[in-house]
């Protein structure tokens, strides 16, 4: 047990080290993004105001009348911010299929090593999964610390009386985007992530079945996919099959989802465990 | 010992194994041969588990494989399988951290013999010096059986001569050890067993040397009669 | 240990910036409102079988969900410290929350409108269509009645066509066991609003009901509205007619109280309300509670109390009840339903009334145009929720208080509203 769990922390300290530098890269371009959106558009508000003031020659106060105070909510709601999350989603979604193919098919078959050590091979299925957790947290970790940094450099570039007094937290819970990536609410965060981390689990899950047995693997894939989904979003027809919105109390329904979550999440484990034991092909 | 029993297998509709068996013992060097595309490969790679077979039985000492046994069977493959941007170093720290077989000692002798630079990164070698890499990496296991695939394949002469020398050495001495490869020639003299595969069978099975002594034939002469014949 | 460094410390940087973030997010946000009844007259414990659900925000914090609490047989509760599956179940609406923690198993399959029931000692009673519970069913007359044992937790259920109309929605069942008496909304073919009565007795169940009244046709008017009433063991249902003043450009009438009437369950009788004049400037309240029927005339700081003997068809003076503010309980609660007197109640002799917010500075109003002038008055008139409790039989205010937020701050700017309000005899 203690050998396995050293294996365990081994094989993720050794997939990390090959993450690192596709994870410092999206970490890079998200605080460049970031730091340049926290200049760049109060900036453009100055130079808006100040313009305004030049050609209607209006006072400070009638500029503000006219274009409104800034706030920090206007300086995150923007692309330079939006666009290197939806890259770190898009990113590890690419990651968690690259990380299974490459060991087929870099340069090198490094799958022949990972499948022939001498530890259980769900080892190499923990710490794939682990790894892209890790990868994943530091961005969230990484957005946070930026959105701070990045209030104080906006606070500073924006004339004071032109700054709307919403403090970095309200700026970030104003913006529903962050209601999935940010603990702005610590269990609808649990829950976007229980579905995540799930929904990474059947990813792998299809990755194997197409590892095992080629082109058939696909069609189960798919199948296996498709009545996963189909499974996950049955209790929503619950009300509709009974014909009744009331057969069920909601928290029973969260219940419901829950467990069939968890049996999604076991059985694909265990169907993982059978594939790389007992079908994986090199 | 290594038994296969009855071990068939097959790629879509196409049979590869119909009905392979034979067994490697320790301290013998058996080979298997037989032309392009007749499963030798197959057939390492399902003694390792890396393909799984559809009928029949494979046992190393009588057990099934399991992740424990690759602490006694180690298999080099005819591809390189370590990863390019580490060192060779590196390659070696990451086995021992997990093969309790792992014999550093020895891994230093078989560096020194292949008169490899541990600080060479694997992407900067050459074609032989990867195929050497991917021996030590076998070989400083202290294991009771190797498998290799094609070990000759692809490299130059000077380093096939190297290769050679290691047959004949104590890195495979008592040792179990099951090759497959086109290059009989070289090692001809230092096998123990041969087996010969035609369309999924075992079409022979023989001592080399008796082979050559009771009958005058090489394997390459078995090989010309089965398959031109 | 070196090699884990990277490890540990990319695990250790997610870890304390998500924990980090969401302590500060508490701890920054967590300015817990708290929310206290204040009397001004009399003991609190007066209001004790007023329920209401309220919120409490601070509008001054640009973003802040609001604390949404109960206040519940003299207590508060914020939904908040609930256990996480309460507070998935919970609805807004005391009641609804009663029913299902108590009776869990009979409240399975039954919709969560208050409409749908009516409570007495001994029973619960669900009157509910098929659409209440299924939302594809429209042209909807099959009633579904349950009727629960409170003690023996015994389930009877009926299944009933309605006829007379289509597309029904019971508006509120007075039980006056084992007769049910129910009201019904009725919107026709031409999408015009009428109002029927059904009787059903439970022993004597049937499988069809006929209308018992068909308000349309007997009054002759699309607008009806009956009074808002908690006691569903009343005898009497009062309701009054509704003429249109004028109608704008839309096609929306604008509405004037007509007459003034009350519907005897036991007799099926309608009678009208006497010495009630259609021209009085003056609205009127009627309010039953058992066999007691009152009319009051509202004269804005008083209103004017007579007893209504139904089977003599007259009335008799039992004296004026000075009022708290010129509108206490004379406002609209529910903006959604064609209810009247929701701001007042009869409940064991007792008149209840509520305001959600009084502000006697006249010089502002809603309609004004300047924005902060409209935040100030909505959030005094919003902000103090005020109640006033008259012993009926001595015309003498025994309570008098209202609900505030316990911020000693005066320019915070905290709203304290309330969307569901009742008062009930039954507890927990």
């Not at chain 1, 290197?84 to 990380?99: C, E, K, W």
């Amino acid at each position: 047990m203690k050998k396995n769990i050293k294996a365990l922390l081994d094989l993720t300290t050794f997939e990390l080290d090959r993450l690192s530098k596709f994870l410092y890269t999206l970490l890079g371009v998200t605080l460049l993004a970031n730091l340049i959106g926290y200049i760049r558009t109060p900036m453009q508000y100055i130079s808006r105001m100040n313009e305004f003031m030049s050609t209607q020659s209006a006072t400070s106060q009638q500029a503000l009348e006219n274009f409104g105070s800034f706030s920090f909510y206007h300086a995150i709601n923007t692309m330079w911010i939006s666009g290197p999350i939806a890259l770190g989603i898009s990113g590890f979604l690419f990651y968690a299929v690259f990380i299974w193919y490459r060991e087929w098919f870099g340069k090198n078959t490094f799958a022949y090593r990972l499948l022939m050590l001498p530890i259980p091979r769900m080892t190499l299925f923990f710490s794939k999964l682990i790894v892209i957790y890790i990868g994943i947290f530091s961005l969230i970790a990484t957005q946070i610390i930026s959105f701070f940094v990045g209030f104080q450099l906006v606070s500073a570039i924006m004339p004071s009386e032109w700054l709307a007094g919403t403090t970095a937290l309200e700026a970030i819970q104003m913006n529903p985007l962050f209601m999935y990536i940010i603990p702005v609410d610590t269990l609808y965060f649990m829950v976007i992530n229980g579905i995540g981390l799930v929904f990474i689990i059947v990813l792998f899950t299809l990755i194997l079945m197409e590892r095992s047995f080629a082109l058939k693997g696909i069609v189960l894939g798919i199948i296996y996919a498709g009545a996963a989904l189909a499974l996950a979003v049955s209790p929503f027809f619950i009300d509709s099959i009974l014909q009744n919105y009331y057969m069920l109390y909601a928290s029973e329904i969260l219940l419901i989802i829950i467990g069939i979550m968890t049996l999604i999440a076991v059985t694909s484990l265990l169907v993982s465990r059978h594939l790389l034991t007992k079908k994986i092909t090199i | 010992m290594i038994e296969l029993k009855d071990v068939q297998k097959q790629f879509g509709r196409k049979k590869v194994l119909n009905g392979v068996s034979f067994t490697v013992e320790k301290g013998e060097i058996s080979c298997l041969v037989g032309v392009n595309g007749v499963g030798k490969t197959t057939i390492l790679n399902a003694i390792m588990n890396l393909t799984p077979i559809k009928k029949g039985s494979i046992t190393i000492d009588g057990e099934s494989i399991t992740p424990s046994l690759y602490n006694k069977i180690a298999f080099i493959p005819d591809a390189a399988i370590s990863l390019p941007h580490l060192t060779i170093q590196e390659s070696m720290d990451f086995m021992n951290d997990y093969y309790d077989t792992w014999n550093p000692k020895r891994a230093k002798e078989i560096v020194k013999f292949f008169r490899l630079n541990p600080t060479d990164k694997l992407r900067d070698l050459s074609k032989g010096n990867q195929a050497k890499v991917n021996l030590l990496m076998g070989l400083a296991l202290d294991v009771d059986y190797i498998l290799m695939d094609e070990p000759f394949s692809g490299i130059d002469v000077f380093t096939r001569e190297q290769i050679t020398e290691v047959f004949s050495s104590y890195l495979v001495e008592d040792r179990g050890v099951l090759i497959t490869t086109h290059e009989i020639n070289d090692i001809e003299h230092l096998l123990d067993k041969v087996i010969l595969l035609d369309e999924g069978t075992i079409y022979k099975e023989f001592n080399a040397e008796i082979m050559r002594e009771t009958e005058g034939k090489s394997v390459i002469d078995v090989m010309r009669e089965v398959y031109n014949g | 240990m070196t090699k884990y460094t990277k490890l540990v410390s990319l695990i250790a940087f997610g870890v304390l910036t998500l924990s980090g973030y969401t302590f500060y997010q508490q701890t920054t946000q967590a300015e817990k409102l708290s929310v206290e009844l204040v009397s001004e007259e009399g003991e609190p414990d007066a209001l004790d079988n007023l329920y209401f659900v309220g919120q409490v925000i601070n509008m001054s914090a640009n973003f802040n969900r609001g604390q949404t609490f109960e206040y519940s047989e003299g207590n508060i509760t914020f939904i908040d410290n609930l256990p996480f599956l309460e507070r998935v179940d919970y609805h807004f609406t005391r009641n609804m929350n009663r029913y299902t923690d108590d009776y869990r198993s009979f409240m399975r399959g039954k919709s969560r409108q208050p409409s749908n029931f009516a409570e007495t000692e001994e029973h619960l009673v669900y009157t509910g269509m098929k659409s209440d519970v299924n939302w594809r069913v429209f042209n909807d007359n099959n009633l579904t009645i349950s009727v629960l044992d409170k003690e023996t937790t015994e389930e009877q259920d009926y299944e009933v066509v309605l006829n007379g109309g289509s597309n029904q929605s019971v508006t509120s069942t007075y039980v006056n066991y084992p007769s049910l008496t129910v009201v019904t909304q009725v919107l026709d073919d031409n999408i015009l609003n009428n109002w029927f009565i059904y009787e059903f007795n439970l022993e004597e169940p049937q499988e069809e009901l006929e209308p018992a009244v068909n308000f349309g046709s007997e009054f002759n008017t699309e607008h009806i509205s009956f009074a808002s009433n908690e006691d569903k063991t009343a005898r009497f249902i009062p309701f009054r007619t509704m003429n249109v003043a004028s109608t704008d450009e839309y096609g929306h009438a604008d509405l004037i109280p007509g007459d003034y009437y009350a519907y005897d369950t036991q007799s099926g009788e309608i009678k009208a309300a006497p010495e009630t004049d259609e021209d009085d400037e003056n609205e009127y309240i009627v309010l039953s509670e058992e066999n007691t029927l009152l009319i009051g005339r509202d004269l804005g700081d008083s209103i004017e109390w007579s007893r209504w003997d139904f089977d003599e068809e007259s009335l008799s003076d039992i004296g004026a009840s000075e009022m708290d503010t010129p509108t206490i309980g004379r406002g609209r609660v529910h903006y959604y339903d064609s209810l009247f007197n929701q701001g007042l109640q009869l409940i064991d002799g007792h008149l209840y009334a509520f305001e959600e917010g009084y502000s006697d500075d006249v010089s502002r109003s809603m309609n004004d145009d300047d924005y902060q002038n409209l935040d100030d008055v909505y959030h005094e008139r919003m902000s103090r929720p005020q109640f006033q409790v008259i012993d009926m039989d001595t015309i003498d205010t025994v309570f008098s208080g209202y609900f505030t937020h316990g911020q000693e701050d005066e320019s915070s700017n905290i709203n304290l509203t309330l969307f569901d309000y009742g008062y009930s005899k039954f507890s927990n």
